[in-house]
């Protein structure tokens, strides 16, 4: 028998439903239509993409892949799937795809499981030289208990160091090279590392979950032709996609990853994400190139702008930026938690950041010296060069001449609030 659920003082169902109602009514008031959105790893799906994301999909359940089952009822959903495969293959000119990963985590994690065994060694990007969570021992490596080792950076490149890595690589001899990173403003050099590692045994794995929006508009890196054998990645950052994760590649070892992806990591991949994300890979294909080309020139206008108006953007002698981010050290401010605090204030909404070369403790991941702003969302809603020039005088009014720019940037909004690129 269970014991019956003590009341939590002062909760009323009802009143909680409608509570939370308004919640959701006055967050998407709040940043849909009144803030200027720069946190770099999120965007915004298109009309077309809402309206096919909600369907039966949603309540059934495909263990498996395509036209291989385990459950019954599945004859739409196995073409759907199919098409959505066939169109991710055409985009990233691969040969295999598995969209059921339902984050770009679980892509680590069934890539990482699939390629290495317990006690192996990789070398990703250490966190603090812009690393995701997930490539490290604090994530998805110390889960599955292989020892990750980190890419030498060289700071004046602002990039991974191509010799030292190389010296790193004859030392530790890793399993796998996991390219890709957080905070990311420069192509890796998966070229100049990838034949040199693979007499060694070594996978090339490509975490695409920041940059994979540019990489469809061919204005990034192609990791696939320059030596990555797989691609991990969310769907939900520059690709303006439903949020979700995928794997994808020209590997042999492909088909070992879907093993680990199902049945290992996930069972049930939530279907009805698959005709959003089909809407979203389309997109992509008609207007990926001026997308992509766009977010790229308004983050490099924003930094050249801020740093005009006396902020410190980082990697200026490498022209800030060729990526959607832009990396700014606001230690002069106090440093990346107050900055971000105050700008939310404001309903200007980005995150503090580790620069690189940083070390880490409990007071700088607390409060690490810099920013990290994301143009890709603010230019799907139209923003272009003026635009990112008027936002880094709005920068400069709130961070330097300590005026409240609220309502300016309520006004500035009410202008961008149509999805484009759809
Ligand atoms: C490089 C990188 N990989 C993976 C992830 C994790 O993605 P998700 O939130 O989809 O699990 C992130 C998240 O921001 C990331 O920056």
Same mark, same amino acid.
Request: with cysteine; net charge negative; aromatic share 8%.
């Given at each position: 028998?269970?014991?019956?659920?003590?009341?939590?003082?002062?909760?009323?169902?009802?009143?909680?439903?409608?509570?939370?109602?308004?919640?959701?009514?006055?967050?998407?008031?709040?940043?849909?239509?009144?803030?200027?959105?720069?946190?770099?790893?999120?965007?915004?799906?298109?009309?077309?993409?809402?309206?096919?994301?909600?369907?039966?999909?949603?309540?059934?359940?495909?263990?498996?892949?395509?036209?291989?089952?385990?459950?019954?009822?599945?004859?739409?959903?196995?073409?759907?799937?199919?098409?959505?495969?066939?169109?991710?293959?055409?985009? @990233?000119?691969?040969?295999?795809?598995?969209?059921?990963?339902?984050?770009?985590?679980?892509?680590?994690?069934?890539?990482?499981?699939?390629?290495?065994?317990?006690?192996?060694?990789?070398?990703?990007?250490?966190?603090?030289?812009?690393?995701?969570?997930?490539?490290?021992?604090?994530?998805?490596?110390?889960?599955?208990?292989?020892?990750?080792?980190?890419?030498?950076?060289?700071?004046?490149?602002?990039?991974?160091?191509?010799?030292?890595?190389?010296?790193?690589?004859?030392?530790?001899?890793?399993?796998?090279?996991?390219?890709?990173?957080?905070?990311?403003?420069? /192509?890796?050099?998966?070229?100049?590392?990838?034949?040199?590692?693979?007499?060694?045994?070594?996978?090339?794995?490509? $975490?695409?979950?920041?940059?994979?929006?540019?990489?469809?508009?061919?204005?990034?890196?192609? /990791?696939?032709?320059?030596?990555?054998?797989?691609?991990?990645?969310?769907?939900?950052?520059?690709?303006?996609? /439903?949020?979700?994760?995928?794997?994808?590649?020209?590997?042999?070892?492909?088909?070992?990853?879907?093993?680990?992806?199902?049945?290992?990591?996930?069972?049930?991949?939530?279907?009805?994400?698959? /005709?959003?994300?089909?809407?979203?890979?389309?997109?992509?294909?008609?207007?990926?190139?001026?997308?992509?080309?766009?977010?790229?020139?308004?983050?490099?206008?924003?930094?050249?702008?801020?740093?005009?108006?006396?902020?410190?953007?980082?990697?200026?002698?490498?022209?800030?930026?060729?990526?959607?981010?832009?990396?700014?050290?606001?230690?002069?401010?106090?440093?990346?938690?107050?900055?971000?605090?105050?700008?939310?204030?404001?309903?200007?909404?980005?995150?503090?950041?580790?620069?690189?070369?940083?070390?880490?403790?409990?007071?700088?991941?607390?409060?690490?010296?810099?920013?990290?702003?994301?143009?890709?969302?603010?230019?799907?809603?139209?923003?272009?060069?003026?635009?990112?020039?008027?936002?880094?005088?709005?920068?400069?009014?709130?961070?330097?001449?300590?005026? $409240?720019?609220?309502?300016?940037?309520?006004? @500035?909004?009410?202008?961008?609030?149509?999805?484009?690129?759809?």
């Amino acid at each position: 028998m269970l014991e019956p659920v003590e009341a939590i003082e002062g909760l009323n169902v009802k009143e909680a439903i409608n509570e939370i109602e308004s919640l959701t009514e006055k967050h998407n008031q709040w940043r849909k239509k009144e803030c200027i959105n720069l946190i770099a790893s999120e965007n915004v799906t298109s009309p077309a993409v809402d309206k096919i994301y909600v369907s039966d999909l949603g309540h059934r359940y495909a263990e498996g892949k395509p036209f291989g089952r385990h459950y019954q009822g599945l004859q739409f959903v196995d073409q759907i799937e199919d098409l959505t495969q066939k169109l991710a293959k055409q985009l @990233f000119c691969a040969k295999h795809v598995d969209l059921r990963p339902l984050s770009g985590t679980t892509a680590n994690l069934s890539a990482l499981g699939a390629l290495t065994n317990y006690g192996d060694t990789i070398i990703s990007s250490s966190i603090p030289n812009g690393g995701h969570v997930s490539h490290t021992r604090h994530g998805v490596s110390g889960l599955i208990g292989i020892k990750d080792f980190s890419f030498p950076f060289n700071i004046d490149e602002m990039n991974i160091d191509v010799d030292a890595t190389k010296k790193k690589i004859e030392e530790k001899q890793p399993k796998v090279l996991l390219f890709g990173a957080s905070l990311f403003l420069f /192509p890796h050099p998966i070229k100049e590392i990838a034949d040199f590692a693979k007499p060694y045994g070594t996978h090339i794995i490509y $975490d695409a979950a920041h940059v994979l929006g540019l990489i469809a508009g061919n204005q990034f890196q192609d /990791p696939l032709r320059e030596g990555a054998d797989i691609i991990t990645t969310s769907t939900h950052k520059t690709f303006p996609g /439903p949020q979700s994760g995928m794997i994808f590649g020209n590997s042999d070892d492909f088909e070992k990853i879907e093993t680990v992806v199902f049945p290992q990591v996930i069972c049930n991949h939530h279907l009805h994400k698959l /005709p959003a994300m089909a809407v979203a890979l389309e997109e992509m294909t008609t207007h990926g190139e001026k997308y992509a080309k766009q977010i790229i020139t308004n983050a490099k206008t924003l930094a050249q702008s801020m740093h005009e108006l006396g902020f410190n953007v980082v990697a200026e002698n490498k022209g800030f930026t060729e990526s959607h981010q832009v990396v700014v050290d606001v230690s002069q401010f106090g440093g990346g938690k107050p900055v971000a605090e105050l700008l939310e204030s404001m309903n200007v909404i980005l995150n503090k950041n580790f620069i690189p070369g940083d070390t880490v403790n409990s007071d700088t991941m607390r409060n690490p010296r810099g920013i990290r702003i994301g143009t890709q969302e603010m230019t799907r809603m139209g923003m272009n060069e003026e635009e990112m020039k008027m936002i880094a005088e709005l920068m400069k009014k709130a961070l330097i001449d300590k005026k $409240d720019i609220k309502g300016e940037v309520i006004d @500035f909004k009410k202008e961008f609030l149509e999805v484009k690129y759809c």
